[in-house]
């Protein structure tokens, strides 16, 4: 059973643009989202991560969305680069000793 | 500060053997978890060790088996291999909790299984 369901699986955008990365998730027990950046070659890397307790939160070009009342959160990469061309991963898990579960992933290439 | 070390990097068995894959968790660092990563289906929880006691395992057969030391080192087996076991495995070590903190993740042992 996929507890987040992540969307698009892969994406084109051209350089300058605003790629959006979405996930959803049905577990209301979760209460920390982080996001991990996969580059070939590399194990995963944390990105950033929020708490339901802000709607928001930017870390350079990198920000997060977040709306508890829907059960969804998003991923927005403000003047993409070509050095943002990586695999993005959502992430949810609950309090406790709970294993980080991860959504599919989302193949990003950005374009010159 | 050294991170995480796994090995070997990469590995190509036959159906039917065993295979051990070896992980070095970031000094001072206590959990250790393994992901397996394959194209569709992500990131997939296998396990999760800490001070050498399994904390946690997802839905993976027996055939999958790990253990830690009192180093914090960790191993992963894999018995009786199948094709369908051909992927990119990922060590993961975390301070304490992973629920609250950051895991940081080894570049993988990728193995295929002929």
């Known amino acids: 059973q996929q507890q987040v369901k992540q969307s698009p699986q892969s994406l084109i955008v051209q350089k300058g643009g605003i790629p959006i990365i979405n996930c959803a998730y049905e577990?209301?027990?979760?209460?920390?989202f982080p996001w991990y950046q996969q580059f070939p070659g590399k194990g995963p890397a944390l990105l950033i991560a929020i708490r339901p307790d802000v709607s928001e939160k930017k870390e350079g070009r990198f920000t997060i969305s977040f709306n508890k009342s829907a059960k969804q959160f998003s991923l927005h990469i403000m003047d993409s680069q070509p050095g943002d061309s990586a695999t993005y991963f959502c992430?949810?898990?609950?309090?406790?000793?709970?294993?980080?579960?991860f959504g599919k992933g989302t193949r990003l290439s950005v374009i010159a | 500060k050294a991170g995480v070390t796994q090995t070997p990097r990469y590995l190509i068995k036959t159906r039917g053997q065993q295979v051990t894959l070896s992980c070095s968790p970031i000094?001072?660092?206590?959990?250790v978890s393994w992901y397996q990563q394959t194209p569709g289906q992500g990131l997939q929880f296998l396990f999760e060790y800490f001070s050498e006691t399994q904390r946690n395992k997802g839905n993976f057969p027996g055939r999958f088996s790990g253990r830690q030391f009192s180093n914090s080192r960790s191993e992963m087996n894999v018995s009786t291999l199948e094709l369908g076991d051909s992927a990119l495995y990922l060590c993961a070590s975390s301070l304490l909790s992973r629920s609250t903190g950051e895991l940081f993740f080894g570049e993988g042992s990728r193995l295929t299984v002929l």
């Open positions: 000094s001072g660092h206590r959990s």
């Open positions: 577990n209301t027990a979760f209460d920390y």
């Open positions: 992430a949810a898990s609950t309090p406790g000793n709970t294993p980080l579960v």
